[in-house]
């Protein structure tokens, strides 16, 4: 799943890095390359693809879950929730 994602990081931009991927993990949700109720890439899949470190692959993730794009199942991982509970743009 990693693999495939989408987008990379400008660790120039005055952009924080975390700011930027939400902004690719959101991208990849929108775009279907990460699909409504699978299972969302583990921070060291996304700390391996994007060459972060694991706080800023956390705090990426905790911002698209407070938005309401991921679901966390304890024990289980971090899903992308079913596409009609999608929040509004």
């Given at each position: 799943?990693?693999?495939?994602?989408?987008?990379?990081?400008?660790?120039d931009?005055p952009?924080?890095?975390y700011?930027?991927?939400?902004?690719?993990?959101?991208?990849?949700?929108?775009?279907?390359?990460?699909?409504?109720?699978?299972?969302?890439?583990?921070?060291?899949?996304?700390?391996?693809?994007?060459?972060?470190s694991?706080?800023?692959?956390a705090?990426?993730?905790?911002?698209?879950?407070?938005?309401?794009?991921?679901v966390?199942?304890?024990?289980?991982?971090?899903?992308?929730?079913?596409?009609s509970?999608?929040?509004g743009?």
């Amino acid at each position: 799943m990693a693999g495939q994602l989408r987008g990379s990081i400008n660790f120039d931009s005055p952009v924080p890095i975390y700011v930027q991927l939400a902004g690719i993990l959101r991208d990849n949700i929108r775009q279907g390359v990460i699909r409504p109720e699978s299972r969302m890439p583990t921070q060291k899949d996304l700390v391996e693809t994007f060459e972060v470190s694991r706080g800023t692959a956390a705090r990426a993730v905790s911002i698209l879950t407070d938005e309401g794009w991921l679901v966390v199942s304890r024990g289980k991982g971090v899903y992308v929730r079913p596409s009609s509970e999608f929040p509004g743009d």
